[in-house]
């Protein structure tokens, strides 16, 4: 996120780090980068830099009364796969760092869950497209090696449960409900445009309804969730996956859409060397649901209390973003 949280000061931040890691830090810097958790550069007084995060439970619900105990299991069990995968050997994969307790995380007492990192050197990218085809296909065979990862090796890893969040909230907007708080800068012009996009939003809800029934569980495989380009480093020995908070057992669909989107080659490509063919009807299915739940998520953004910033002014261009693919 590109706003530090307000109930979370950098000093809340280093003692966080000091009390979990046991670690001498001396400077602690907000880092604005990536859309989801948010991130800490962390120095110690030995020289060391870590990367500290901090998700948001509340941003992490499927729906609005879910209670914080479920995304924290969902949290951590991901978290954790991150960890056994490194320690099986899986090098691409940069996982948290143990607490003094042997937690990949440390629960508070309040809505934020804390993960901390070993600092990676090396090039960082921005969302989107990979740079080009020879970076895109060593994620291919990244992706090839994750996904025969057995269950052994990952046990507390849990299956994709295909939900699209704030699910509920979307169908009130679209049904005309008002919003449940006070509006904020963006609730009118986002109510706009959703009413602008509805039957897209309304068909689109329903081919992937019917998608979901057509998976077949038997073809299920470990996913890193979101390996697009912004998740990666290019480091001197290749490149690593990082943001490992969504990783689950799902159709290898669920990381390749967008690789093959950019390139259908992949398809036959990833069918080469796995023996597995990439469904397009799977394909379709995680296109739909990135754009669905892009959409969803802001919607109950825009329709509860917020205030104009960075944060807010990415999530609106995501908004048209997402609005705009569903109605091509």
Not at 188 to 207: K, N, P, S
Request: net charge negative.
């Amino acid at each position: 996120m590109f706003t530090p949280p307000p109930e979370i000061p950098d000093e809340r931040a280093a003692r966080a780090v000091r009390v979990g890691w046991d670690l001498d830090v001396v400077d602690v810097a907000y880092a604005p980068v990536g859309f989801g958790s948010h991130h800490w550069n962390v120095r110690t007084r030995d020289g060391g830099r870590h990367f500290l995060t901090m998700d948001d439970l509340r941003a992490k619900r499927t729906h609005a009364d879910e209670p914080l105990a479920e995304p924290r299991r969902r949290l951590v069990a991901a978290l954790v796969t991150a960890r056994h995968l490194r320690d099986a050997g899986l090098e691409f994969v940069i996982a948290p760092e143990r607490s003094v307790l042997g937690r990949v995380c440390l629960d508070g007492e309040d809505e934020f869950v804390a993960a901390l990192y070993p600092f990676v050197e090396g090039r960082t990218h921005a969302y989107g497209a990979y740079p080009d085809p020879a970076a895109r296909d060593a994620v291919v065979r990244l992706l090839v090696r994750l996904h025969g990862v057995g269950r052994t090796t990952a046990p507390l890893a849990l299956p994709d449960d295909l939900t699209i969040p704030s699910r509920a909230g979307l169908e009130g907007a679209l049904a005309g409900h008002a919003p449940p708080s006070a509006p904020g800068p963006f609730t009118d012009v986002a109510a706009e445009a959703l009413a602008t996009h509805a039957a897209a939003v309304l068909d689109g809800l329903a081919r992937y309804d019917a998608l979901t029934t057509r998976l077949d569980a038997s073809r299920f495989v470990l996913t890193h969730g979101e390996p697009h380009a912004a998740n990666t480093i290019t480091t001197a020995s290749g490149p690593v996956l990082i943001d490992w908070d969504t990783a689950a057992f799902a159709p290898p669909e669920r990381d390749l859409w967008s690789l093959v989107d950019q390139d259908p080659g992949i398809a036959d490509d990833y069918e080469a060397r796995t023996g597995t063919a990439v469904e397009p009807a799977a394909v379709e299915l995680y296109r739909l649901r990135w754009d669905l739940a892009e959409v969803a998520l802001y919607t109950a953004q825009f329709r509860a209390a917020h205030v104009a910033s960075d944060d807010t002014r990415t999530a609106w261009d995501g908004l048209q973003e997402s609005l705009s693919v569903l109605a091509t």
